[in-house]
């Protein structure tokens, strides 16, 4: 990970050359007739969003085409991303995949200022707050996913427990896990399913827990979260995080094959597990939505607003991008972050950044997406924070918690030595 910001930040030079050598301070003339612009995206195959908003914005804009350019998935999009970047070869416009390496590209001079844009998009428009820098938008939301809690209807009527009814504290998912694992009584099925991801504790930690931070140095908002988990999958509740890494389970059979009846995950799941249950990949039953539980009762209820977390989905301009096609970018990155572009990705059961009624009623129109009114309330209703942070020192922070939630989770270091190692770590390797 270091490698990476340190090849992002060496970028600056150049960039900030290719700027000050493009018409100092004139204002760029637009292009004239048909433009192309490129976007950068990975996977194709099966992340058909860059495709999707391409699209639309050449039917809304015949004179411009998307032209997509293909990078690896997961990590390695960062690093060949940062390499053409460098190399001066990166499309127009690409995407800011971690919100987490936000500040390195910024800092790098890699993104253009598009502060212009931020101010003229929807203020409700999810995680477009923190991607203001000292003043400075450089980057704006096109989807923001928030992590809900799916479960399956059949499995809590063979277990005999009542269903979720968005009043639940993590007490009250433990219990329901502990009590649906006894009821279900079947070898290998558990009443709920938690991913190997840090995510999936520090996450809802660091967004429920007041005052919490990363750059504080106290992670001792932390334990609770832990002790809690780690006595859910003693109890057999969950699969040990043990056989979730050692086995490769994937969150998408654990669940789809009703191998837990309970699975908090982020809201990509729900055309996922649409799609895999027409195609076959997932069994066919009844599920439905739920807020994440939370932290006390505070927030819970339908007549609250609960809080949970996930980083928004990004898109930034190149600053090495020829300024003829600057003024046609940022008009892309407006249309992509606004009501057209939240239509056009809800169509295909992705998650805007934008949820207003129209993007509800197009994913809940999609066949196999439940139609009770708390999986339509979780899915609109909630107040998602990050789970990390813009900040300068994130991706340190995070890579030390991240072998800090492996070592309690494998049980291999106790809670409480966990965190101040990492508490330790954080203050003599990082700032």
Known sequence: MNRKIM??????????????????ESEPEAAEGPVTISLAGWDFASTPEFQTLADAYHEA?????????????????????TADLSAGAAPDVFIVKNLKNYVTFTEGGT??????????????????EPMSVDGVT????YRQDSWLLYYNKALFEQAGVDLPDGSWTWDDYAAAAEELT????????????LHSWQSTVQGFALAQTEGAALDGGDFSFLAPYYERELATQGDGAQPSFATVTTNELTYQAQFGTQKAAMMPMGS??????????ESGAAEKFEWGIAPIPQLDESTTGTENTPVTFGDPTTMGINAGIDESKIETAKDFLRFAAGPEGAAALAEIGITPALIDDAVADAIFSLEGV?????SRFSYTTHETLPENPVGQNTASIQTILGEMHSAVMSESTPVDEAITEAEERVANEVG
Do not use: F, M, R
């Open 61 to 81: 804009n015949p004179d411009v085409t998307v032209e997509l350019k293909e990078y690896p998935a997961g990590d390695d999009y960062d690093t060949a991303l």
């Open 111 to 128: 993104l253009l200022d598009i502060s212009d844009v931020a101010a003229e998009l929807d203020p409700a428009t999810g995680g477009l």
């Open 7 to 24: 090849s992002a930040v060496g970028i600056a030079a150049a960039a900030s050359l290719a700027l000050t050598g493009c018409g100092g």
């Open 182 to 193: 006894k009821g279900i009584d079947e070898k290998q099925v558990t009443g709920t399913y």
């Open 370 to 374: 439940p139609q009770d009114e708390l």
């Open 268 to 277: 990509w799941y729900i055309g996922t597990l649409v799609a895999e249950q």
């Open 138 to 141: 450089y980057a704006v939301p």
